[in-house]
């Protein structure tokens, strides 16, 4: 009796580590048959700060960083993230390649007829003039800018920013910004042209105004004296899911949800832009 007294403790023990075992191991039987689905989200690799890979080599961005808050809010799916080209991340979502992806993307009619593309979008991109500084006491913002001339440098009619400045047309009828259609997506010359006077403005990105002009290392910084910039609004940029994955864009819409009433987009909007970008909405 007294020899069974003292092996009690020990069998006890012993019995409570098998039981733990046990309970882990049908943990992980139900953990691996409940196992997350892993798909692949394409991301553009040089469009900073919304889509770029970073110095350590990793995917990184305001729409990457919202779509891995997103991803943290979604068990079922687990995100694989893929840098890659804008063509590249177009055609592999359509054939199914990526399951989704982010490019600064705006809605087109094409892309509607491609992509499941959500109701809620990812990010913005902030677009205005860029506008001779000497006529800055006339210039302010784009109503300022038709009443001064809207001499606007072409645009090309593909172009969201073209559809911008035909609704700005059709609420300002008195006072029309001329909008006449490029034949070239991307117009080389344009700061060039705003100083040489030969038009009065350029719709540009913010973004693009303060890396190219503003920036010290920028390709057009020689004009940073001589040109200046004024907001309009921004344009909502989407997600892009490929056709078969209307759980995967369903999740992201209910996540997308949370992240926006919980602070978190405005909250990385503030790391990557240095303001809150979604005001110009």
Do not use: C
Request: hydrophobic letters at 40%.
């Amino acid at each position: 009796m007294n020899i069974l007294k003292k092996l009690m403790p020990a069998v006890l023990a012993l019995l409570t580590v098998s039981a733990v075992f046990a309970g882990a191991s049908r943990d992980k039987g139900n953990a691996g048959t409940a196992a997350a689905q892993r798909v692949r989200i394409a991301h553009t690799q040089a469009s900073a700060p919304y889509n770029f890979v970073n110095d350590k080599g990793e995917s990184d961005g305001f729409e990457v960083a919202v779509m891995k808050a997103v991803d943290e809010l979604i068990p079922e799916y687990e995100f694989e993230f893929v840098a890659t080209s804008d063509d590249d991340l177009l055609i592999g979502i359509e054939t199914g390649k990526y399951a989704g992806g982010t490019k600064g993307a705006w809605i087109t009619e094409e892309r509607k007829q491609k992509f499941i593309i959500p109701n809620h979008y990812v990010a913005a991109s902030v677009i205005g003039i860029a506008f001779r500084s000497e006529n800055a006491n006339e210039i302010k913002d784009l109503e300022s800018f038709a009443r001064f001339s809207g001499k606007l440098v072409p645009i090309p009619p593909q172009s969201a920013q073209y559809s911008v400045v035909e609704d700005f047309n059709k609420a300002h009828p008195d006072t029309p910004i001329h909008l006449i259609p490029s034949d070239v997506f991307i117009i080389t010359d344009a700061y060039t042209w705003v100083v040489e006077g030969r038009y009065d403005a350029f719709f540009d990105l913010k973004l693009t105004f303060q890396r190219t002009v503003e920036d010290q290392e920028g390709a057009w910084h020689a004009y940073a004296n001589r040109l200046s910039y004024a907001a309009y609004k921004a344009i909502p940029t989407y997600p892009l899911f490929n056709k078969q994955q209307e759980d995967l864009a369903g999740k992201y819409e209910k996540a997308i949800g949370i992240l926006v009433s919980n602070g978190t987009l405005g909250r990385l909007s503030l790391q990557y832009f240095g303001e809150d970008i979604f005001q110009y909405i």
